[in-house]
């Protein structure tokens, strides 16, 4: 069983940059791919950005192409959003998910974190 626990969140204003930390706890982190969802009031939930267990390969929903990065750092067991040239429809509640190597699907899934990005 893993844990997944999201911080960084917060309000910034359009322009700015937030970078988000999933650490994990419970599991072999290593073995995960990992990624980000958002969730905005009245929205369905969508990927953000997906990283593979060793770090390899990543890949990014097309809203935040350029602006986001995702990384890793196995031996923390942490894995990170950084957001940059923020806007305000990127206000949302991001979360971040374990995805168990070759299944096709995230089984552990963190509380959330809540980032605002005014005008």
């Known amino acids: 069983q893993v844990q997944l626990e999201e911080s960084g969140g917060g309000v910034v204003q359009a322009g700015g940059s937030l970078r988000l930390s999933c650490a994990a706890s419970?599991?072999?982190?290593?073995?995960?791919?990992m990624g980000w969802f958002r969730q905005a009031p009245g929205k369905e939930r969508e990927i953000v950005a997906r990283?593979?267990?060793?770090?390899?390969?990543?890949v990014f929903g097309d809203s935040v192409k350029g602006r986001f990065t995702i990384s890793r750092d196995n031996a923390r067991n942490t894995v990170f959003l950084r957001m940059n040239s923020l806007k305000p429809e990127d206000t949302a509640v991001y979360y971040c998910?374990?995805?168990?190597?070759?299944?096709?699907?995230?089984?552990?899934w963190g509380q959330g974190t809540q980032v605002t990005v005014s005008s």
């Open positions: 419970g599991g072999t982190f290593s073995i995960y791919d």
């Open positions: 998910a374990a995805s168990p190597r070759f299944s096709g699907r995230y089984d552990y």
């Open positions: 990283i593979t267990w060793g770090g390899g390969s990543t």
